[in-house]
């Protein structure tokens, strides 16, 4: 701090020697021209003589003048060494250096800092550990399924699955099950039996707003092509059309229905309808041995066809719960409309099995109309018959009393 005051003192000296000069100067130059006035005009009426005005007076106010000059410019000269640092003694902060200032300042400042650091981190942590305690809370449990039953679907799954398994057998714990085989609608966490009957009758009211924007329509969804989350999970697309769109809207209405009911239902990301077919969380041995599915696995099927599923039913299934011994999930309830795969399946069976009937009754039809064959019918059913009334006379024979 004392070479800084070093610096402006001098300056307030000077400032303040021009100022009291400014003040005096004048009166100072006056006073003893004045003085000398009133002596020689005292002197004179004393003598008896008449005051001369001549040039004296102006001699004596020069020198006055500059006098006054000669002390003003003493006065104006930047203060002595000595006396600065006297000033600077007598000043109660002359021990504090503004450098050590300003380092304690720095100093001060960089330990709130660091405090407000400190606390903002423990937040951060606590925040953090709110949330961990909250998605356990809330990680979802059910879930609205779409089951997959088609048979050409499963089995081109089937057969992908297969050839991923024969280039990386450690992947065999990945897969999903064909009867697990099902698109995800809606997730949700219920923790109590009341709320699981909640969402059942969530679940039922849900099909009066389905039907309504199905208007008896048949919904066909083609899978096609295979894509990946952050190569963690493998999934068949959706072909993108008008009845995904519709699917969608769909999965919409049920989250609202659902959410009014107060189920914590729905995700904070948009709804992309998919059909998993393997994912690497299915089994923690295998994420320590597989950080990653490799695409090249599935590179034959990327835009492979699997088919169509027509939408029939929504299930509300658990994901812990026991399983069905088909492997499909554990379920709540069902709604059902619409036309199934497996009303189809009856009928496509009936119909194979009327077709490998039919050359059988063609060539029936024609022994029939043959004379021959017909001759040789009746006379075998004739002998038959005889034959069968022979046997029963004789064990009538052999079972009366008289024989």
């Known amino acids: 701090m004392r070479p ?13 020697a021009r100022a009291l000069l400014a003040r005096r100067a004048v009166p100072m130059a006056l006073r003893p021209a004045e003085g000398a006035e009133r002596a ?19 001699i004596q106010q020069k020198k006055i003048f500059k006098e006054n000059e000669e002390e003003a410019q003493q006065r104006e000269e930047p203060c002595a ?10 000043m109660p902060f002359m021990d504090t250096d503004i450098e050590d200032e300003c380092a304690m300042r720095a100093t001060s400042e960089l330990s709130i800092k660091k405090k407000r650091k400190r606390t903002a981190g423990r937040e951060i942590e606590e925040d953090i550990e709110r949330k961990k305690k909250k998605s356990k809370q809330y990680q979802p449990n059910y879930f609205i399924s779409l089951p997959i039953t088609n048979p050409k679907i499963t089995g081109s799954i089937q057969t992908v699955q297969d050839a991923i398994i024969q280039k990386d057998q450690r992947l065999s714990k990945a897969m999903i ?18 709320e699981i009957s909640i969402a059942v009758g969530a679940l039922s009211d849900s099909k009066v707003f389905v039907d309504n924007l199905l208007k008896g329509k048949r919904v066909d969804l083609s899978f096609q092509g295979i894509d990946h989350f952050r190569n963690q999970v493998g999934f068949v697309n959706l072909a993108e059309n008008d009845h995904t769109t519709l699917l969608k809207e769909i999965a919409e209405t049920m989250k609202k229905i659902f959410q ?27 994420r320590k041995e597989v950080k990653k599915i490799d695409s090249s696995l599935y590179e034959d099927f990327k835009n492979h066809y699997f088919g169509d599923e027509i939408l029939h039913r929504f299930d509300l299934c658990s994901m812990f719960k026991k399983k069905q011994p088909n492997g499909y999930y554990y379920c709540e309830s069902s709604i059902v409309f619409g036309k199934s795969h497996e009303a189809d399946l009856v009928k496509e069976a009936l119909r194979r099995e009327t077709q490998a009937l039919l050359p059988r009754l063609n060539q029936i039809k024609a022994l029939l109309t043959s004379p021959e064959i017909r001759t040789k019918i009746s006379k075998e059913l004739f002998e038959d018959r005889h034959n069968s009334n022979s046997k029963w006379k004789s064990c009538i024979d052999s079972e009366s009393p008289n024989a």
């Open 40 to 58: 020689g005009g005292d002197a004179r009426s004393v003598a008896g003589v008449a005051p001369k005005h001549d040039g004296l007076e102006n």
């Open 260 to 286: 009014e009911k107060g189920i914590m239902a729905g995700e904070e990301r948009a709804f992309k309808p998919h059909l998993t077919f393997m994912k690497l969380s299915k089994s923690t041995e295998l």
């Open 177 to 194: 099950r064909s009867g697990s085989l099902h698109v995800t609608m809606l997730v949700m966490h219920l923790s109590s039996e009341e």
């Open 81 to 90: 060494a000595d006396s600065v640092d006297s000033l600077m003694a007598e």
């Open 4 to 16: 800084l005051l070093r610096r402006i003192l001098p300056a307030l000296c000077s400032a303040a």
